[in-house]
């Protein structure tokens, strides 16, 4: 069974940084696509970054400059540093991975709470 985890949630003040973590295992060949996304309650998930195999990383306009995504094809994990955070951006950060395999298909995170907060 393929299963998506997050880690790396948590309070931090205005101004400060934080780092998400993604890790995919189960019966995974390949992960074409991670991505990170994030809903507050009453909205919409929105794009915060995603990044391909191959290709261009995509980034939500709000998150540009300010978040960066890492992954590590070869672990099947994904890495999202955030600076300079704002009060805005609290949210539930979700995990996003696009899976070929046995199990292929699109597989969400259980999501991990970032509280921006002095």
């Known amino acids: 069974q393929v299963q998506v985890v997050e880690s790396g949630g948590g309070l931090v003040q205005p101004g400060g940084s934080l780092k998400l973590s993604c890790a995919v295992s189960?019966?995974?060949?390949?992960?074409?696509?991670m991505g990170w996304y994030r809903q507050t309650p009453g909205r919409q998930r929105e794009l915060v970054a995603i990044?391909?195999?191959?290709?261009?990383?995509e980034y939500g306009d709000i998150m540009k400059g300010r978040f960066t995504i890492t992954r590590d094809n070869a672990a099947h994990t994904a890495a999202l540093q955030m600076n300079d955070l704002v009060p805005e951006d609290t949210a539930v950060y979700y995990c996003?991975?696009?899976?070929?395999?046995?199990?292929?298909?699109?597989?969400w995170g259980q999501g991990t709470q970032v509280t921006v907060s002095s």
């Open positions: 996003e991975a696009g899976v070929r395999g046995i199990q292929a298909g699109d597989y």
């Open positions: 990044m391909p195999y191959l290709g261009n990383t």
């Open positions: 189960g019966r995974v060949t390949s992960v074409y696509r």
